[in-house]
């Protein structure tokens, strides 16, 4: 869909703040590897830095999503999900502005999370995954992997898999697959995550 110019603009912050993460993680494998206390001091300024600068990114990215009605309300249904924080939400409104309003197959294949066969003539290859949004699937495996823990139906769902003898990283998209499918209904209908205790309690 097009883009309004908030949309682009949160794209730039979100994009930004995934290249100064990058850079932390690196300087990081070169804080461990300095060579000596001059160099370690100069890293460990650096690293000051880049923090500093993810912390002011993100206060950009709050309030931008904070002061538009559509994507504050997206955010609200986003992080109300155990498992998707404030990270997450912003990747998931910048990456996928689709989300809400294409189906689950759509959704999946545009993050790339859909399986599809590698075949060729009567040779059948085993299905995976390809293409699609690199930063939504990075987000989205960060959120699955809290969510096995915390979210009951990803839980069980994950549980399933694991003692029917699926492979961990099988397991996980699958998992992803399904977080992704929910985000993507409750956005379109609106509605917050409900705790099974909570819907049963209502």
Same mark, same amino acid.
């Given at each position: 869909?097009?883009?309004?110019?908030?949309?682009?603009?949160?794209?730039? *912050?979100?994009?930004?703040?995934?290249?100064?993460?990058?850079?932390?993680?690196?300087?990081?494998?070169? !804080?461990?590897?300095?060579?000596?206390? *001059?160099?370690?001091?100069?890293?460990?300024?650096? $690293?000051?830095? +880049?923090?500093?600068?993810?912390?002011? $990114?993100? &206060?950009?990215?709050?309030?931008?999503?904070?002061?538009? #009605?559509?994507?504050?309300? &997206?955010?609200?249904?986003?992080?109300? =999900?155990?498992?998707?924080? @404030? /990270?997450?939400? #912003?990747? +998931?409104?910048?990456?996928?502005?689709?989300?809400?309003?294409?189906?689950?197959?759509?959704?999946?294949?545009?993050?790339? =999370? #859909?399986? *599809?066969?590698?075949?060729?003539?009567?040779?059948?290859?085993?299905?995976?995954?390809?293409?699609?949004?690199?930063?939504?699937?990075?987000?989205?495996?960060?959120?699955? !992997?809290?969510?096995?823990?915390?979210? @009951?139906?990803? &839980? #069980?769902? /994950?549980?399933?898999?694991?003692?029917?003898?699926?492979? *961990?990283?099988?397991?996980?998209?699958?998992?992803?697959? &399904?977080?992704?499918?929910?985000?993507?209904?409750?956005?379109?209908? /609106?509605?917050?995550?409900?705790? @099974?205790?909570?819907?049963?309690? /209502?």
């Amino acid at each position: 869909p097009p883009q309004s110019a908030v949309q682009v603009e949160l794209d730039a *912050f979100v994009a930004r703040r995934r290249q100064v993460v990058d850079l932390q993680s690196q300087e990081k494998c070169r !804080l461990e590897a300095a060579p000596n206390p *001059f160099i370690k001091k100069e890293i460990e300024k650096l $690293l000051r830095q +880049l923090h500093d600068g993810i912390k002011k $990114l993100d &206060k950009k990215i709050a309030r931008l999503i904070a002061d538009d #009605a559509d994507l504050s309300g &997206k955010n609200q249904i986003l992080q109300s =999900v155990p498992g998707v924080g @404030p /990270a997450t939400s #912003a990747t +998931l409104l910048a990456e996928t502005p689709e989300l809400g309003t294409l189906d689950r197959k759509k959704i999946s294949s545009l993050a790339g =999370v #859909a399986p *599809f066969n590698h075949d060729s003539g009567r040779m059948k290859g085993q299905r995976g995954i390809s293409g699609g949004r690199a930063p939504v699937r990075t987000c989205l495996y960060m959120a699955t !992997l809290t969510a096995r823990t915390h979210h @009951p139906q990803i &839980k #069980a769902f /994950a549980q399933r898999l694991t003692a029917a003898g699926k492979p *961990f990283k099988v397991m996980m998209v699958a998992c992803m697959r &399904k977080l992704l499918t929910i985000l993507n209904a409750m956005v379109r209908d /609106a509605t917050p995550y409900q705790s @099974p205790q909570a819907a049963v309690a /209502a």
